[in-house]
C-alpha cells in the first residue's frame, strides 16, 4: 500500500472556535507543519489552509479547511482532485465524540457517526473510503447538548490528555508515511492508555 499524500485536519476557522473541541483536527495538523517546517498558507482554490512538506522524501499536503465544519469535504475534494489524491491517500483528522479525551484511534472508511465534516467529505469524493484519526474528545452524555459540547474549550485535564493524544498519533506517522496502516494501528491502539 503506498502512504498518505494529503492530511486533512478538521476544524472551524477564527477565533472564536481555535480551542474548542471541534477543532482537535486542526491542533494535530498544525503540530505536524510545525515538525515537519511546512508553512500553512490560505489557498483559495483549495478554501482553506494549505502546505506542502518533504519527509524523507516524500511530499505530502496538510490542509485545514476553511469552509466550516459542514463544507469541509469542499475543501478536501478540490485539492485531491487537484493533486490526483486517491481517497486511500487521504487520512482526515477529527474530533470523535464516542472516545474518551486521551485516546486516538485509527479507521479506515464507514459511515460518518453524525459528523458533518466527515458527512461532506464523503458526499464531495463520493466514498467513504478514506482514512481517518479519530481523536477523543468524550461525549456530554445527552445528544442534545452536543452541538454546545463540541464548540466550547476542553476542561484543562481533557486538554491535557487530547494533547497527549495528539503526541501519541504523531508518534506513529513515519508508518503511516509509509503506508504501514497496520502498523501505526497496532503501535497506537496498544499504547497505555
Same mark, same amino acid.
Given at each position: ?144 447538548? +452536543?452541538?454546545?459540547? =463540541? #464548540?466550547?474549550?476542553?476542561? @484543562?485535564?481533557? $486538554?491535557?490528555?487530547?494533547?497527549? /493524544? ?5 508518534? +506513529?506517522?513515519?508508518? =503511516? #508515511?509509509?503506508?504501514?496502516? @497496520?502498523?501505526? $494501528?497496532?503501535?497506537?491502539?496498544? /499504547?497505555?492508555?
Amino acid at each position: 500500500m503506498s502512504g498518505m499524500r494529503l492530511i486533512v485536519g478538521l476544524g472551524n476557522p477564527g477565533p472564536d472556535y481555535e480551542k474548542t473541541r471541534h477543532n482537535a483536527g486542526f491542533w494535530l495538523v498544525d503540530e505536524l507543519a510545525w515538525t515537519w517546517k511546512a508553512s500553512l498558507r490560505p489557498e483559495t482554490k483549495f478554501s482553506g489552509e494549505a502546505g506542502r512538506a518533504s519527509v524523507n522524501g516524500q511530499d505530502i499536503w496538510l490542509l485545514k479547511p476553511m469552509t466550516y465544519m459542514n463544507l469541509s469535504g469542499q475543501a478536501v475534494a478540490a485539492l485531491a482532485r487537484f493533486y490526483k489524491i486517491a481517497s486511500e491517500e487521504i487520512l482526515v483528522v477529527h474530533d470523535e465524540l464516542d472516545l474518551p479525551p486521551g485516546v486516538a484511534r485509527f479507521k479506515q472508511g464507514g459511515g460518518h457517526g453524525g459528523h458533518n465534516g466527515l458527512k461532506d467529505i464523503i458526499a464531495r469524493l463520493g466514498t467513504p473510503n478514506f482514512w481517518r484519526l479519530r481523536l477523543g474528545i468524550g461525549h456530554p452524555g445527552d445528544r442534545n447538548e +452536543v452541538v454546545n459540547f =463540541v #464548540l466550547k474549550k476542553p476542561r @484543562a485535564e481533557e $486538554m491535557q490528555a487530547i494533547e497527549d /493524544a495528539i503526541r501519541a498519533a504523531q508518534s +506513529v506517522f513515519p508508518a =503511516v #508515511l509509509a503506508g504501514d496502516m @497496520a502498523g501505526a $494501528m497496532k503501535t497506537l491502539h496498544t /499504547a497505555a492508555k
